[in-house]
């Protein structure tokens, strides 16, 4: 602006409401020159004269302050005030009429400041406010445009008021503005399976109609150039200070290749499960097979090079279980049953079966006879036999372990405490970590792949229990589980 | 009379350890490794109970379940499903299947099941 006003006359800079000098300048004077000729036209009387000028400056001062803020209506103020002394000056008042008209001419200064302080100040916040709301509209806007996903923003009849770029890029058309998202034939819910078009479907529409969002909606879509999609729409209200709902407002993903790749990796999980445990099953049954020749035979050597191949068929195959439980947490295909059972019982079990995998340990077992919990009872077994072979591996030296099971409130806490090699304190931290695994006080190395710890954890917190440690190094590790005696739905 | 076992598993592998040792434990055994010949061999061999692998190349157990659990004639059939898949154990119930048990299994374990149900 400044640049133009430099081509320009003063009388064109002044139409351009960005002087804050010269208009007021001329307009004062001018202004009460002219009042002043008019007021001693119809009145002789100067009190009258002088109200009018007083009035009409103010209004002035008003006015400038209002466009141009602060600034403006000071200026105004100031020429004015000084116009005033000059026709004080200019009249040869004398006397008492002297003092009188510095004294009103000061009052009335101070007051017309105070009008400008005051209008301008107020004209200057509504301006920042305005300015405000108008950058945050650009700001959203353009953010909008740049996001990768599709936005709908409807009114609260659920008609579209605005859309961005990449929603016509999903969807593969325009949805226009005022398109109605309940009733309006909808690209959306053109269902590959062609269900009919119920206006209940939409989210958006839904949204409005429930007052809840919608979160994490999918929809197997087909596009108008024949191209299938799945999306994920989220959908949520948009409501004015007073809480009253004004507009909704959907995110629209397309999760099509995610949804593609989830699917290879279930493919191969399945397969390479498949191809994995059926050699296993082989080779346990001819273990088995051999055995009882041996048996027969009674080769005392045969039989245990037999039960050594057994215990690695055996390894392998807790080992592929552990990485197919890892690949189904992570892919959030991690299934529970539940059913009700005595956990003393599925302790005594397990102790009983690990009790027979070594001779240098004795589990005792502390604690009361039936205790029913709600929960997977596989899965919980497989965290007592991951506690109970961990305890054994770690305490090569210490002879002694102890598994309880302890009624607390609403909860069944078991332990399995074991005096083998411990773990430090910032091993504590780590260990329920995928892949961690502990050493001892030389680094020396444990076998397995490190996931038995994760995986119970992932199985305990499912069931809403807690899993914990407490050890000392070179003493022993206490490993404690809680589940709470009524699993919560869900 | 020894109780009769039909198994059908696709891999050989499985297939002649799991008839010897059913067979060391006294049953009748008869194997297949074509799910497509299963109904001509019921037929034939007149089984008490089938094992059946889920997923064999060519025929899928299930349909086979389903087919068998559909007439009347094999009522009184038992059926023990089985697999490595690790979904399979919930389309077995689905189907029809008496019971289901998942591969890598436990010769005990597996011998037990079998003894339960055919009592």
């Given at each position: 602006?400044?640049?133009?006003?430099?081509?320009?006359?003063?009388?064109?800079?002044?139409?351009?409401?960005?002087?804050?000098?010269?208009?007021?300048?001329?307009?004062?004077?001018?202004?009460?020159?002219?009042?002043?000729?008019?007021?001693?036209?119809?009145?002789?009387?100067?009190?009258?004269?002088g109200?009018?000028?007083i009035?009409?400056?103010?209004?002035?001062?008003?006015?400038?302050?209002?466009?141009?803020?602060?600034?403006?209506?000071?200026?105004?103020?100031?020429?004015?005030?000084?116009?005033y002394?000059?026709?004080i000056?200019?009249?040869?008042?004398?006397?008492?009429?002297?003092?009188a008209g510095v004294d009103t001419t000061i009052m009335l200064g101070?007051?017309?400041?105070?009008?400008?302080?005051?209008?301008?100040?107020?004209?200057?916040?509504?301006?920042?406010?305005?300015?405000?709301?108008?950058?945050?509209?650009?700001?959203?806007?353009?953010?909008?445009?740049?996001?990768?996903?599709?936005?709908?923003?409807?009114?609260?009849?659920?008609?579209?008021?605005?859309?961005?770029?990449?929603?016509?890029?999903?969807?593969?058309?325009?949805?226009?503005?005022?398109?109605?998202?309940?009733?309006?034939?909808?690209?959306?819910?053109?269902?590959?399976?062609?269900?009919?078009?119920?206006?209940?479907?939409?989210?958006?529409?839904?949204?409005?109609?429930?007052?809840?969002?919608?979160?994490?909606?999918?929809?197997?879509?087909?596009?108008?150039?024949?191209?299938?999609?799945?999306?994920?729409?989220?959908?949520?209200?948009?409501?004015?200070?007073?809480?009253?709902?004004?507009?909704?407002?959907?995110?629209?993903?397309?999760?099509?290749?995610?949804?593609?790749?989830?699917?290879?990796?279930?493919?191969?999980?399945?397969?390479?499960?498949?191809?994995?445990?059926?050699?296993?099953?082989?080779?346990?049954?001819?273990?088995?097979?051999?055995?009882?020749?041996?048996?027969?035979?009674?080769?005392?050597?045969?039989?245990?090079?037999?039960?050594?191949?057994?215990?690695?068929?055996?390894?392998?195959?807790?080992?592929?279980?552990?990485?197919?439980?890892?690949?189904?947490?992570?892919?959030?295909?991690?299934?529970?049953?539940?059913?009700?059972?005595?956990?003393?019982?599925?302790?005594?079990?397990?102790?009983?079966?690990?009790?027979?995998?070594?001779?240098?340990?004795?589990?005792?077992?502390?604690?009361?006879?039936?205790?029913?919990?709600?929960?997977?009872?596989?899965?919980?077994?497989?965290?007592?036999?991951?506690?109970?072979?961990?305890?054994?591996?770690?305490?090569?030296?210490?002879?002694?372990?102890?598994?309880?099971?302890?009624?607390?409130?609403?909860?069944?806490?078991?332990?399995?405490?074991?005096?083998?090699?411990?773990?430090?304190?910032?091993?504590?931290?780590?260990?329920?970590?995928?892949?961690?695994?502990?050493?001892?006080?030389?680094?020396?190395?444990?076998?397995?792949?490190?996931?038995?710890?994760?995986?119970?954890?992932?199985?305990?917190?499912?069931?809403?229990?807690?899993?914990?440690?407490?050890?000392?190094?070179?003493?022993?590790?206490?490993?404690?589980?809680?589940?709470?005696?009524?699993?919560?739905?869900? | 009379?020894?109780?009769?076992?039909?198994?059908?598993?696709?891999?050989?592998?499985?297939?002649?350890?799991?008839?010897?040792?059913?067979?060391?434990?006294?049953?009748?055994?008869?194997?297949?490794?074509?799910?497509?010949?299963?109904?001509?061999?019921?037929?034939?061999?007149?089984?008490?109970?089938?094992?059946?692998?889920?997923?064999?190349?060519?025929?899928?157990?299930?349909?086979?379940?389903?087919?068998?659990?559909?007439?009347?004639?094999?009522?009184?059939?038992?059926?023990?499903?089985?697999?490595?898949?690790?979904?399979?154990?919930?389309?077995?119930?689905?189907?029809?299947?008496?019971?289901?048990?998942?591969?890598?299994?436990?010769?005990?374990?597996?011998?037990?099941?079998?003894?339960?149900?055919?009592?």
């Amino acid at each position: 602006m400044n640049r133009i006003n430099r081509y320009l006359n003063p009388i064109e800079r002044l139409g351009n409401g960005e002087n804050s000098f010269f208009l007021p300048l001329i307009a004062n004077i001018s202004l009460s020159i002219l009042s002043e000729m008019y007021a001693y036209g119809i009145a002789h009387n100067p009190m009258i004269v002088g109200m009018y000028i007083i009035f009409l400056n103010a209004a002035f001062i008003i006015y400038f302050s209002f466009r141009d803020g602060v600034l403006g209506g000071f200026i105004s103020a100031i020429i004015t005030v000084l116009y005033y002394f000059y026709i004080i000056y200019t009249r040869h008042y004398s006397g008492q009429q002297f003092t009188a008209g510095v004294d009103t001419t000061i009052m009335l200064g101070l007051i017309y400041l105070m009008l400008a302080l005051i209008i301008g100040w107020l004209k200057q916040t509504i301006d920042k406010l305005i300015g405000r709301e108008a950058n945050e509209k650009i700001w959203l806007q353009t953010i909008m445009q740049q996001l990768a996903v599709g936005v709908i923003i409807t009114d609260n009849k659920g008609r579209i008021v605005q859309t961005n770029k990449q929603l016509e890029h999903i969807l593969g058309m325009k949805l226009p503005l005022g398109f109605h998202m309940g009733r309006d034939s909808n690209p959306l819910f053109t269902t590959m399976d062609n269900k009919p078009k119920v206006p209940a479907q939409s989210t958006f529409y839904q949204t409005l109609k429930t007052n809840k969002p919608v979160v994490g909606r999918e929809f197997s879509i087909q596009r108008k150039d024949g191209k299938n999609l799945v999306v994920q729409v989220n959908s949520s209200l948009i409501r004015n200070k007073k809480k009253k709902v004004i507009a909704a407002a959907s995110i629209i993903s397309d999760i099509t290749q995610q949804k593609e790749l989830e699917r290879q990796k279930d493919d191969f999980l399945s397969m390479a499960s498949h191809e994995l445990k059926t050699p296993i099953t082989s080779l346990k049954m001819f273990i088995d097979l051999q055995r009882q020749q041996l048996e027969e035979k009674n080769s005392q050597k045969a039989k245990y090079f037999n039960e050594r191949i057994g215990d690695q068929a055996n390894r392998l195959k807790e080992l592929t279980n552990d990485l197919l439980d890892v690949s189904r947490i992570q892919t959030n295909k991690f299934r529970f049953n539940s059913e009700e059972f005595d956990i003393a019982s599925v302790i005594h079990d397990t102790v009983e079966g690990l009790q027979g995998t070594t001779k240098g340990h004795e589990i005792f077992i502390k604690g009361a006879k039936n205790q029913q919990v709600r929960a997977d009872r596989y899965r919980i077994y497989q965290v007592l036999v991951n506690l109970l072979s961990n305890a054994i591996k770690y305490s090569s030296a210490g002879k002694k372990i102890l598994v309880e099971a302890k009624r607390d409130k609403d909860e069944i806490i078991v332990s399995v405490q074991d005096f083998g090699i411990g773990i430090s304190k910032t091993q504590q931290e780590k260990i329920f970590e995928r892949l961690y695994q502990v050493t001892d006080t030389q680094e020396k190395t444990f076998p397995g792949l490190g996931l038995g710890l994760y995986i119970s954890k992932q199985i305990i917190e499912r069931h809403k229990g807690k899993i914990w440690v407490k050890s000392t190094k070179g003493k022993g590790s206490t490993f404690f589980f809680s589940l709470p005696l009524r699993i919560p739905k869900g | 009379m020894n109780k009769k076992i039909l198994v059908v598993d696709d891999d050989k592998d499985i297939l002649e350890p799991l008839s010897l040792i059913l067979e060391s434990e006294g049953y009748a055994v008869d194997a297949i490794s074509k799910g497509k010949d299963v109904y001509s061999r019921i037929g034939s061999f007149k089984p008490d109970l089938l094992l059946l692998d889920i997923f064999m190349s060519g025929t899928d157990g299930r349909e086979i379940c389903r087919m068998l659990k559909r007439n009347n004639k094999n009522k009184s059939l038992i059926v023990i499903m089985m697999s490595a898949h690790p979904t399979a154990e919930k389309d077995s119930t689905n189907i029809g299947a008496d019971d289901f048990i998942a591969k890598p299994f436990e010769t005990a374990d597996l011998l037990t099941l079998i003894e339960k149900k055919l009592q």
